[in-house]
């Protein structure tokens, strides 16, 4: 099992920028993902990362392309989120996960591990 924090959510206006944090209590996992997930709404996948022996990629949303980049920091057991150029549909809350089973990185299903969320609320 896999404790996640995430921090750094917040509001901002339209155009704006957010950092999310997502801290791992262990960092043996080489897949991480985020996801966001808005009022009456399915759980959406944002971005994902993954690292190994084969070499490391990302994958990203259509939606938040150009605008949002996922990083890791190894030595903090940490993964950011970095959100730039936020529209109000960017709204909800945003969840970290880990411990990936196989399949589509960005659909919740394959995800068995996950933090409490941050909110992220974009104003026009």
């Known amino acids: 099992q896999v404790d996640l924090a995430e921090s750094g959510g917040g509001s901002v206006e339209a155009g704006g920028s957010l950092r999310l944090s997502c801290t791992a209590s262990?960092?043996?996992?080489?897949?991480f993902a985020w996801f966001r997930q808005a009022p009456g709404q399915e759980r959406e996948g944002v971005a994902a990362l993954y690292t190994g022996d084969r070499g490391a990629g990302t994958f990203y949303a259509d939606s938040v392309k150009g605008r949002f980049t996922i990083s890791q920091d190894n030595a903090k057991n940490t993964v950011y989120l970095d959100m730039n150029a936020l529209k109000p549909e960017d709204t909800g809350m945003y969840y970290c996960?880990?411990?990936?089973?196989?399949?589509?990185?960005?659909?919740?299903?394959?995800?068995?591990?996950w933090g409490q969320g941050t909110q992220v609320t974009v104003s026009s």
């Open positions: 996960t880990t411990g990936f089973i196989g399949g589509r990185p960005l659909e919740a299903q394959y995800y068995k591990n």
């Open positions: 262990t960092y043996t996992n080489t897949r």
